[in-house]
């Protein structure tokens, strides 16, 4: 999904340094990437996927933060989930300025409006060229099928940034950055990468093996 609005506003946050991959990359930009839990999330289901998000963006780093409580201010008590869009501006709201990019990590339900649409449950939402995406575990084991759980998330994690980085839905259906619709047998089908036209779209904007 896609969220167009952005904002930075910069407030302290604190660091917690769980894991550090060190790329030595050769571009303008260093991507450094942040993950922000929300509550007590299980972060170590990030471990198996974090290094294909690592190779597919050159990042020189991802960190995963001290957790923090999910924002009162993105409840939504008609459905009791949270409002994907009010996530972004959280993130956004505690940026330091030490990373990149963040990608806020939940294990709740996270909506957007989709259309017509109010509450729209959804895998996850990215500012296109901002600084922060969202995702949720929640919609990923509902069919019993625990083993496709880690290819989901990184698939999700990975279109997701990829909207960060100005990256839009792909036509290619089987590119990362197709628009899955909110459908878990579409994202089952898709690469857990970025297709050659995409990855040329990255690599050109952050001049990678340029
Ligand atoms: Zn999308
Ligand atoms: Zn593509």
Known sequence: MINMRKQTRRLKSFLFLLLFFRFHVSGFTEISIAVQPFGNVDTLQLLPVLEAVVREYHAAEVVIRKPVPLPESAFYPPRGRYRAEKLLDFLDSINDGKYYRVVGFTDKDISTTKGAIEDWGIFGLGNIGGYSCVV????????????????????????ELGHTFGLYHCNWRLCVMANYKGTIRILDEQWAHLCAPCKRSFRKKYKIGQ
């Open 136 to 159: 949720s575990t929640f919609r990923l084991k509902r069919d019993g099928k625990t083993d496709l759980f880690e290819p989901r998330l990184k698939r999700i994690i990975i279109h």
